[in-house]
């Protein structure tokens, strides 16, 4: 069986649209991927949690990396764009730290979310 890990952002306005997007993308039912979710998303942790590290020991094979645009509480203030280029650092630095797993990154706009598939 497969399994995964998914960061992603608190907010109400996004983060069911961000774990839909990610069972669409990986394949997983709801009971197949551990979740993690505080105001700001990934961006928001400075190095890989407990959560994460747990998922990769129990065989978490795909892992996704999300934030979102349209104002994110987590970084008042902020643009999209500056979000996003929060987000491609964070992931990477994940991808980085679990290289042998997939890494996908999430970005949430009231238009949808993006997912891209990180290259290793």
């Known amino acids: 069986m497969s399994l995964g ?3 992603l952002c608190a ?7 961000v774990m839909e997007a ?4 990986t394949g ?14 990934a961006p928001s942790w400075a190095d890989n949690t407990a959560t994460s590290r747990k998922a990769h020991r129990f065989g978490a094979t795909v892992m996704g990396w999300s934030a979102h ?3 994110c509480r987590g970084f008042p203030g902020e643009s999209d764009d500056a979000i996003r280029l929060r987000l491609d ?3 990477r630095r994940r991808a980085e730290e679990f290289p042998n797993v997939s890494h996908l990154v999430l970005f949430a706009l009231p238009a ?9």
């Open 22 to 25: 990610f069972e669409r993308e």
């Open 28 to 41: 997983l039912r709801p009971d197949e991927y551990w979740i993690e979710a505080r105001s700001g998303g």
């Open 69 to 71: 645009g349209a104002e």
């Open 112 to 120: 949808g979310v993006e997912v891209t598939r990180l290259r290793k």
């Open 5 to 7: 890990f998914l960061q």
């Open 89 to 91: 650092k964070a992931a």
């Open 11 to 17: 907010d109400l306005r996004f983060h069911r649209a």
